[in-house]
């Protein structure tokens, strides 16, 4: 405390007193509110995971099904009759075709896209398709769904004649649409993120700007690269309009895109809008079906993190 001209102690403006309790009542304010929110998130994720395991026991807890003919089945008919089969294969080979086809589309296209925006687009170009594509992010799913049906569907068949009106190539040809903005965006940012100092460097060796993208600044972002992967093909898995609406409703193993298939999420939307029995079997698959949906995005979200923490690069 700072003395007056007469020797007294001389007391903290009043002003500054006010100001700084206004200052600590914001903060205890703003940080109650995250702690909420935090909160908030982690019960919403517990209550999932609780009925999924409820309703899924509940599943398992009858005579028609087991764990092991649920995971080891090749046959999904849970409507017909009483040869009723819970295989889940099927229905994750649907899910799986979909997503590959998505993301032989999505990665590689993205991949290029964020790399030309970064190392070669100019700033003013940039700074107009970056926009763009975050705004074709923010599409209805619906709309992709109608698109795949009106425009993707009929060039297909116009190509070859094998294909139907509904198919996997439609539907993950338009999921990969769905996903570029996506990968091409977080890409983009992680590559970006790379010092200028490593490019200049790698320019100062003599190396082209193709070779500094590709062998530089393309595997110092690689832990951010690897992350946008790996949201894209989680965002694929768990898809659930477009391929309600392009993939069909036949729930079979193959490989062929050409055929109707039936993801994981496509048989979800088949249960809630009919008219099953909220008692019966048929309607306790769903949630066999979604824990095991679940299970798998959370899995994509752990070997997404391990391979973070694996590549990620701290620069200075």
């Known amino acids: 405390m700072s003395q007056s001209p007469l020797g007294l102690p001389s007391l903290p403006p009043i002003g500054l007193n006010r100001s700084s309790g206004l200052r600590r009542a914001r903060e205890t304010v703003v940080i109650g509110t995250l702690i909420c929110c935090g909160l908030f998130s982690l019960l919403t994720t517990v209550t999932i995971i609780v009925v999924l395991t409820k309703e899924t026991a509940s599943f398992f807890g009858r005579d028609e099904v087991t764990v092991l003919d649920f995971i080891t089945g090749t046959e999904w008919n849970p409507l017909l009759g009483n040869e009723k089969h819970f295989g889940i294969w099927p229905l994750i080979c649907g899910t799986m075709l979909i997503t590959v086809i998505a993301m032989g589309l999505a990665l590689p296209l993205g991949l290029i896209?964020?790399?030309w925006l970064s190392e070669y687009a100019h700033p003013t170009?940039?700074?107009?398709v970056k926009p763009v594509l975050e705004v074709l992010a923010g599409i209805p799913t619906v709309v992709f769904g109608f698109f795949a049906l009106t425009v993707i569907t009929p060039n297909l068949k116009w190509l070859h004649e094998g294909f139907g009106v509904y198919n996997a190539m439609s539907a993950g040809l338009a999921v990969g649409i769905m996903t570029l903005p996506i990968v091409t965006s977080l890409t983009e940012d992680a590559l970006r993120a790379v010092p200028k100092s490593l490019r200049e460097a790698?320019?100062?060796v003599g190396a082209t700007r193709f070779e500094t993208s590709i062998k530089v600044v393309v595997p110092a972002a690689l832990s951010g690269i690897v992350a946008a992967f790996?949201?894209?093909i989680a965002r694929a898995v768990g898809e659930t309009m477009i391929v309600a609406l392009a993939a069909g409703s036949t729930a079979q193993l193959t490989i062929n895109p050409q055929?109707?298939?039936?993801p994981m999420t496509g048989f979800i939307v088949q249960m809630v809008k009919?008219?099953?029995?909220?008692?019966?079997?048929?309607?306790?698959?769903?949630y066999a079906v979604a824990a095991t949906l679940f299970i798998m995005t959370f899995l994509l979200t752990v070997v997404g993190h391990k391979i973070r923490v694996r590549f990620r690069q701290e620069y200075q």
């Not at 170009?125 to 107009?128: D, F, G, H, Q």
């Not at 009919?274 to 769903?286: A, P």
């Open 113 to 115: 896209t964020a790399i």
């Open 125 to 128: 170009l940039r700074a107009v």
């Open 202 to 204: 790698s320019y100062g």
């Open 230 to 232: 790996l949201l894209a």
């Open 259 to 262: 055929d109707s298939v039936q």
């Open 274 to 286: 009919g008219d099953v029995s909220n008692f019966d079997i048929e309607y306790y698959s769903l």
